[in-house]
Protein backbone atom coordinates (compact mmCIF):
# COMPACT_ATOMS: atom_id res chain seq x y z
CA UNK A 1 0.00 0.00 0.00
CA UNK A 2 1.22 3.20 -0.76
CA UNK A 3 1.78 6.38 1.78
CA UNK A 4 -1.78 8.19 0.05
CA UNK A 5 -3.63 4.80 0.72
CA UNK A 6 -2.43 4.49 3.74
CA UNK A 7 -3.08 7.97 5.33
CA UNK A 8 -6.53 7.63 3.39
CA UNK A 9 -7.34 4.36 5.29
CA UNK A 10 -5.78 6.40 8.87
CA UNK A 11 -7.80 9.07 8.47
CA UNK A 12 -10.85 6.74 7.68
CA UNK A 13 -10.29 5.18 10.86
CA UNK A 14 -9.86 8.37 12.90
CA UNK A 15 -13.00 9.97 11.62
CA UNK A 16 -14.55 6.76 12.57
CA UNK A 17 -13.04 7.24 16.13
CA UNK A 18 -14.59 10.75 16.38
CA UNK A 19 -17.91 9.65 14.97
CA UNK A 20 -18.22 6.75 17.45
CA UNK A 21 -16.83 8.96 20.37
CA UNK A 22 -19.52 11.68 19.63
CA UNK A 23 -22.05 9.18 19.67
CA UNK A 24 -21.23 7.51 23.10
CA UNK A 25 -24.64 6.34 24.82
CA UNK A 26 -23.21 6.90 28.18
CA UNK A 27 -22.11 10.02 27.70
CA UNK A 28 -25.54 11.08 26.28
CA UNK A 29 -27.06 9.69 29.28
CA UNK A 30 -24.74 11.21 31.53
CA UNK A 31 -25.51 14.67 30.00
CA UNK A 32 -29.26 13.97 29.76
CA UNK A 33 -30.83 11.77 31.58
CA UNK A 34 -28.96 11.30 34.49
CA UNK A 35 -30.05 14.24 36.93
CA UNK A 36 -33.71 12.14 36.58
CA UNK A 37 -33.34 8.33 36.12
CA UNK A 38 -30.04 8.82 38.15
CA UNK A 39 -26.63 7.31 37.09
CA UNK A 40 -27.48 3.91 38.70
CA UNK A 41 -30.81 4.14 36.28
CA UNK A 42 -32.63 3.37 39.36
CA UNK A 43 -34.56 6.97 38.77
CA UNK A 44 -36.10 8.61 41.81
CA UNK A 45 -38.66 7.52 43.98
CA UNK A 46 -42.43 8.88 43.58
CA UNK A 47 -40.62 11.27 41.23
CA UNK A 48 -38.62 9.62 37.70
CA UNK A 49 -39.13 5.93 36.69
CA UNK A 50 -36.50 3.89 37.23
CA UNK A 51 -35.08 2.20 33.75
CA UNK A 52 -33.04 -0.76 35.68
CA UNK A 53 -35.25 -3.62 34.40
CA UNK A 54 -37.97 -1.85 33.00
CA UNK A 55 -36.51 -0.99 29.65
CA UNK A 56 -36.15 -4.82 28.52
CA UNK A 57 -40.19 -5.44 29.34
CA UNK A 58 -40.80 -2.74 27.14
CA UNK A 59 -38.70 -4.43 24.31
CA UNK A 60 -40.33 -8.00 25.23
CA UNK A 61 -42.84 -6.23 23.34
CA UNK A 62 -41.89 -6.18 20.12
CA UNK A 63 -41.52 -2.92 17.14
CA UNK A 64 -44.00 -1.62 19.91
CA UNK A 65 -41.44 -1.31 22.77
CA UNK A 66 -38.72 0.20 20.51
CA UNK A 67 -41.00 2.38 19.30
CA UNK A 68 -42.57 3.59 22.52
CA UNK A 69 -38.99 3.95 23.72
CA UNK A 70 -37.73 6.14 21.12
CA UNK A 71 -41.08 8.30 20.65
CA UNK A 72 -40.53 9.01 24.61
CA UNK A 73 -36.70 10.33 23.99
CA UNK A 74 -38.19 12.38 20.95
CA UNK A 75 -41.08 13.40 21.94
CA UNK A 76 -40.84 12.86 25.86
CA UNK A 77 -44.30 11.25 28.07
CA UNK A 78 -46.62 12.91 30.16
CA UNK A 79 -49.58 11.13 32.26
CA UNK A 80 -49.06 8.75 35.52
CA UNK A 81 -47.56 5.20 34.73
CA UNK A 82 -46.22 3.04 36.61
CA UNK A 83 -42.74 1.33 36.17
CA UNK A 84 -40.48 -0.74 38.52
CA UNK A 85 -43.43 -0.99 41.52
CA UNK A 86 -43.68 2.81 41.41
CA UNK A 87 -46.12 5.13 40.07
CA UNK A 88 -44.64 8.29 38.35
CA UNK A 89 -46.83 11.53 37.40
CA UNK A 90 -43.64 13.43 36.36
CA UNK A 91 -43.17 14.91 32.79
CA UNK A 92 -40.49 14.09 30.86
CA UNK A 93 -39.59 16.73 28.35
CA UNK A 94 -38.68 15.93 24.52
CA UNK A 95 -35.02 15.64 23.17
CA UNK A 96 -35.78 14.97 19.96
CA UNK A 97 -34.56 18.92 19.38
CA UNK A 98 -31.41 18.53 21.32
CA UNK A 99 -30.58 15.32 20.04
CA UNK A 100 -29.07 13.70 16.89
CA UNK A 101 -30.66 10.30 15.41
CA UNK A 102 -27.28 8.91 16.11
CA UNK A 103 -27.96 9.93 19.97
CA UNK A 104 -30.70 8.86 20.63
CA UNK A 105 -30.42 5.49 18.91
CA UNK A 106 -26.72 5.78 20.68
CA UNK A 107 -28.46 6.34 24.69
CA UNK A 108 -31.14 3.84 23.88
CA UNK A 109 -28.86 1.12 23.63
CA UNK A 110 -26.90 2.42 26.28
CA UNK A 111 -30.24 1.96 28.33
CA UNK A 112 -30.84 -1.34 27.26
CA UNK A 113 -27.62 -3.01 28.15
CA UNK A 114 -26.52 -1.05 31.61
CA UNK A 115 -27.24 -1.70 34.67
CA UNK A 116 -27.79 -5.67 34.15
CA UNK A 117 -30.74 -4.78 31.51
CA UNK A 118 -28.36 -6.73 29.11
CA UNK A 119 -29.07 -9.99 30.82
CA UNK A 120 -32.88 -8.95 30.16
CA UNK A 121 -33.41 -7.88 26.82
CA UNK A 122 -35.26 -10.35 24.49
CA UNK A 123 -32.91 -13.26 22.67
CA UNK A 124 -33.46 -11.18 18.91
CA UNK A 125 -32.79 -7.98 20.13
CA UNK A 126 -31.21 -5.64 17.99
CA UNK A 127 -29.38 -2.10 18.89
CA UNK A 128 -31.31 0.82 17.81
CA UNK A 129 -30.20 2.44 14.80
CA UNK A 130 -29.83 6.10 13.62
CA UNK A 131 -32.14 5.19 10.33
CA UNK A 132 -35.09 3.73 13.14
CA UNK A 133 -34.91 7.13 14.60
CA UNK A 134 -34.82 8.90 11.98
CA UNK A 135 -38.00 7.29 10.76
CA UNK A 136 -40.43 7.82 13.79
CA UNK A 137 -38.96 11.89 14.18
CA UNK A 138 -41.17 12.88 11.26
CA UNK A 139 -44.13 11.90 13.36
CA UNK A 140 -44.30 14.95 15.47
CA UNK A 141 -46.38 13.46 18.74
CA UNK A 142 -46.83 15.17 21.67
CA UNK A 143 -46.29 14.01 25.35
CA UNK A 144 -49.77 12.87 25.74
CA UNK A 145 -49.82 10.60 22.63
CA UNK A 146 -46.44 9.36 23.89
CA UNK A 147 -48.27 8.49 27.15
CA UNK A 148 -51.40 6.77 25.07
CA UNK A 149 -48.84 4.71 23.31
CA UNK A 150 -47.79 3.44 26.89
CA UNK A 151 -51.14 2.88 28.22
CA UNK A 152 -51.45 -0.04 25.00
CA UNK A 153 -47.96 -1.19 25.76
CA UNK A 154 -48.90 -2.23 29.46
CA UNK A 155 -52.03 -3.64 29.13
Given at each position: ?????????????????????????????????????????K??????????????????????G?????????????????A???????????Y???????E??A??????????????????F????????????G?????????????????
Amino acid sequence: MDLKKSLLVLLAIALGALAFASTNGEQVYQKHCSSCHQPTGKGIAGAFPPLVEVVPEYLEKGDLGRKFLIHVVLYGIQGEITAGGGTYNSMMPPYGNQLSDEEVAAVLNYIAKAWGNDKLLPKDFKDFTPEEVKAERGKKLTPVQVYEEWKKLVK
